[in-house]
Structures are given as C-alpha cells and as structure tokens.
C-alpha cells in the first residue's frame, strides 16, 4: 500500500506549478526550457500514477512519449541558443 | 506503520526542495545540479511507483543527457547576467496570480473526485512486459516518435552549419 492518488497529483501539480513559475519569470532562455522540462515531469509523474491506480501499462507508454518530445525540444532549441 | 509511504513523503519533500531551489538560483550552474538532484528523486519515485524502466530512462536521459548537454551549453557560452531585477514585479505579479489560480482550480478539481483517496495498491511493470506492451499496441506511435528525434537532429545539424559561414566574416573584420 503506497500513498493515496490525491497525494501524488498533488505532488505533481506542485511540481507543474514550479516549472511554469520558473518559465514564466525567468529571462533566460536556458531557464525557460527548465522550466518547461519540470513542467514535462510532472506530466510524466501524474501519468505514472494513474498507471498505478489504474493498474495499466498505458499511462507508462505515455511517458516513453513525453521523454521523446521533450528531448526533440530540447536538441531543436539548444543549437539555436548559441546565436545569440 | 508501512515503508512506502514514509519513503514516499521524503522524497517527495527532497523532489520539492530541489526544484525550489533550481527554479531561484541566479547562478545557472547551480540551477542545474539542483536539478539533477530533483530528476534523481523523480526516478526514484518512479521506481516506487512500479515503472523501474521508466526510471533508468529518467536516470539516463533527463539527468544524464539532457542536464548535461545544459551544462555544456552554459559553459560553452558566455552568459552575461540578466540585466535589471531577479525577479521583477512586472513578471512575478502575474506568474504568482496564475499559479493561485490553478492551485484553486486544482484543490475544487481533486476534491471533487472521492475515488482518489484510497491507497495505491504497489505494482510493478516489468520491463520486458512493458517493452512487448509498447511495441505491440503502440508501434506506430513510436515510428513517429523517432521521426520527430530525427527531425530535431536534422533541425541542429542544419542550425550548427548556418552559424559557420556566418561567424567567419565576423573574424575576419575583426583581424585587420
């Protein structure tokens, strides 16, 4: 027996919410992008647990995709940070 | 008393301290590592969660590649300071009424919902399962997913030869 689901999205939507505070305050555009990855985390962390309460594999299959989209993000941004 | 939820709620408090403390670091090297710090909780929570492949992922990739390739980055260019204020009024008035707002929007939303308050029964997806599960049901969407990682490679492969030419002329005014 874990934690209830109430806790972990809690959890997470704290966590979403310090992503979004870190993008929408921060000037940098490398801290804007942590920001959003922190955002993506908590994503993932919601969907890995609804897949525990659900007991499905589908929210974990989720969450192979927001890696792959948060990397592409981040290897399309990046180079581009240089020209400035 | 259980195991699980004592470890649970720690490392739920570390996860929470350590993004706090990235998010308002003015030095973003610090804001990095702080980072890493958080990724490695959020893995071990995975893995506390029932998703141990998820969490190497999260290990490998976020705290590994990404957190890195950041850190290069910020060494690689010369950052100047942000100019003005670390935090100025007119960006943290609306950033703090947004997350208000969606702190409320969140609590009438969870409180709604009365299923939620029961345990979690721990579980745990075996990676092979998991592997034979992803691609069996999800084999296109993962042909799309390396296609866009594809993309993006070709994205930096093309950004990264636009900045040569451009960067030589420069020099070359600056020398004589």
């Known amino acids: 027996m874990i934690v209830p689901f109430q806790h972990v999205l809690l959890l997470s939507a704290l966590l979403f919410l310090l992503g979004m505070f870190c993008a929408l305050t921060r000037r940098n555009l490398i801290m804007i992008l942590l920001g959003v990855e922190i955002m993506l985390n908590a994503a993932s962390m919601t969907f890995i647990g609804a897949a525990l309460r659900w007991q499905q594999m589908e929210g974990q299959a989720m969450v192979i995709f927001i890696l792959a989209c948060g990397v592409g993000v981040d290897y399309r941004h990046l180079p581009q940070d240089r020209l400035h | ?176």
């Not at chain 2, 739920?12 to 308002?24: D, E, G, R």
């Not at chain 2, 290990?59 to 957190?67: L, T």
């Not at chain 2, 010369?78 to 009024?89: D, I, S, Y």
């Open chain 2, 1 to 176: 008393m259980n195991l699980l939820p004592i470890l649970f709620y720690a490392i739920a408090a570390l996860i929470l301290t350590a993004t706090t403390l990235a998010v308002t670091r003015r030095n973003l090297v610090y804001a990095v590592i702080y980072l890493v710090l958080s990724f490695f909780g959020t893995a071990m929570l995975f893995y506390l969660m029932g998703a141990p492949f998820l969490a190497a992922l999260e290990i490998i990739i976020y705290a590994g590649a990404i957190m890195v390739l950041f850190l290069f980055i910020i060494m690689m260019i010369h950052l100047e300071k942000e100019p003005g204020k670390f935090l100025p009024r007119r960006q943290l008035i609306p950033a703090t009424l947004i997350s208000a707002l969606f702190l409320m929007a969140f609590i009438v939303l969870a409180g709604a919902d009365a299923g939620g308050w029961k345990p979690l029964v721990a579980a745990r997806a075996i990676p092979a399962a998991f592997g034979i599960y992803l691609f069996d049901t999800h084999w296109l969407s993962i042909e799309i997913a390396s296609m866009l990682l594809l993309v993006a490679l070709f994205a930096a492969i093309v950004l990264g030869r636009q900045m040569r030419p451009a960067a030589k002329p420069e020099s070359e005014e600056q020398t004589p």
